[in-house]
């Protein structure tokens, strides 16, 4: 029989795995929501127990000695498996919530608006939702992700991504700004190219690839205030800063309600949102919901916003 009163305390064992997966305490710290002094008490105590050192510190980082590469990959093993199992027992029960990981200002300005309808449509599901970027795939504890991609998809192993919509973006502006009422109408792609636009990191070519699509060079773009994230180049749209781009579905209410307006309308891009889902049959069960939740935003995405 195996002796468990041997085996070191269980949080001991997760922080050092996280730490032995970034070779990081700082990066184990953000992922465990701690400091970066508990990581590191932790990562000692662990050391005493056991009477070995398990890393060696290179700079500000980790580098696995031969007994922490053994343990590393004894906890990736048996945690990972207690993972999947844990999970999988929670999924089996419909009352469990569903985990959904999605953009910031996807989560802000298109499904926040629509949750009293989600709960009109699936009363039995619970959902709770918690924001990513774009790059962030399906990870432990949570049972879905929708993301912006490009075909392609990447998937990983035990992964299964479905296409619920294709991205389309378009420059708005307020109603009420000067540059609309002293341009001559029909307003054509040109009238942007001395107009200021906004823009953001996370999507630096949002401008240069719809002038691609209108024909026109973007050597000439009057670029005004940047932003870290598109949520933020919105806020600044609706004050009245410039002109901002986004995909038709982040401003649907705001087109809805006249807080903005689109005048040349959306283009299509090679972008498509996406719904990653665990691959059924495999260890990591699929949420009893997962599917009424697909279908439900594909029918909602596939509403036409107002242009």
Same mark, same amino acid.
């Given at each position: 029989m195996e002796r468990t009163e041997l085996l070191p305390p269980l949080n001991a064992l997760r922080t050092f795995d996280v730490a032995a997966r970034h070779e990081s305490a700082s990066r184990a710290a953000e992922e465990l929501h701690v400091t970066h002094g508990a990581v590191s008490r932790q990562i000692r105590q662990l050391e005493d127990a056991l009477g070995t050192r398990l890393f060696d510190r290179v700079g500000r980082g980790l580098t696995l000695t031969q007994a922490g590469r053994e343990l590393a990959t004894a906890t990736r093993h048996h945690l990972g498996g207690l993972a999947r199992v844990c999970g999988a $027992?929670?999924?089996?029960?419909?009352?469990?919530?569903? #985990?959904?990981?999605?953009?910031?200002s996807f989560l802000a300005r298109w499904f926040i608006p629509r949750l009293g309808a989600l709960k009109d449509a699936l009363p039995e599901l619970e959902l709770h939702l918690t924001a990513s970027d774009d790059n962030e795939g399906l990870r432990n504890g949570v049972d879905g992700v929708l993301r912006f991609q490009t075909p392609p998809f990447d998937d990983a192993e035990h992964q299964e991504t479905r296409v619920l919509g294709t991205e389309r973006i378009g420059p708005v502006l307020r109603p009420d700004s000067e540059w609309l009422s002293e341009a001559s109408s029909p307003l054509s792609p040109e009238v942007l190219l001395g107009l200021p636009l906004l823009h953001t990191r996370s999507r630096p070519q949002?401008?240069?690839?719809?002038?691609?699509?209108?024909? $026109?060079?973007?050597?000439?773009?009057?670029?005004?205030?940047?932003?870290?994230?598109?949520?933020y180049l919105l806020e600044a749209t609706l004050v009245g800063l410039g002109v901002g781009i986004a995909p038709d579905y982040l401003v649907e209410e705001d087109l809805r309600s006249k807080r903005l307006v689109a005048p040349w309308?959306? #283009?299509?891009?090679?972008?498509?949102?996406?719904?990653?889902?665990?691959? #059924?049959g495999r260890a990591r069960a699929r949420h009893p919901h997962a599917e009424a939740l697909g279908e439900w935003l594909a029918r909602e995405l596939a509403t036409a916003p107002p242009h």
């Open positions: $027992l929670a999924r089996s029960d419909a009352r469990a919530p569903f #985990v959904l990981s999605c953009p910031g949002a401008w240069p690839d719809w002038c691609s699509r209108q024909g $026109l060079s973007s050597e000439g773009l009057d670029y005004a205030q940047g932003f870290e994230h598109l949520n309308g959306f #283009v299509e891009t090679e972008a498509c949102l996406t719904l990653t889902l665990p691959q #059924v």
